[in-house]
Nanobody, 126 residues
Framework: QFQVVESGGGLVQPGGSLRLSCVASGFIQGYYAIGWFRQAPGKEREGIICIRMSDGNTLDTESAKGRFTISRDNAKNTVYLQMDSLKPEDTAVYYC???????????????????WGQGTQVTVSS
């Protein structure tokens, strides 16, 4: 049974940092990809950044550039999203999702991902 579980959301002040974690289970070791996505109220879900577990290659989007970074720990089947210089417009529910083989890994968009977590709320406010 494929599963991903996010954690680490919360309330942070503008300019602050937060690190989200995504633990994957049920996937073939190294043969999957993980993406981070977010959905703000009234907006569509959008991709942030995605990583292929086998080689660490990433797919960035405009939402990620300059402030968000992704990393992985294959031994722990865990992917991290480090978010720095957070802004109020970053407020959203953040999701991680897994892509199972055959891996497309061409774009970091929700439609390419198969297994979704429940989401974790990130609120940026003073």
């Amino acid at each position: 049974q494929f599963q991903v579980v996010e954690s680490g959301g919360g309330l942070v002040q503008p300019g602050g940092s937060l690190r989200l974690s995504c633990v994957a289970s049920g996937f073939i070791q190294g043969y999957y990809a993980i993406g981070w996505f977010r959905q703000a109220p009234g907006k569509e879900r959008e991709g942030i950044i995605c990583i292929r577990m086998s080689d660490g290659n990433t797919l960035d989007t405009e939402s990620a550039k300059g402030r968000f970074t992704i990393s992985r720990d294959n031994a722990k089947n865990t992917v991290y999203l480090q978010m720095d210089s957070l802004k109020p417009e970053d407020t959203a529910v953040y999701y991680c999702a897994g892509q199972i083989p055959p891996l497309l890994f061409k774009t970091c968009v929700p439609a390419e991902y198969d297994v979704w977590g429940q989401g974790t709320q990130v609120t940026v406010s003073s």
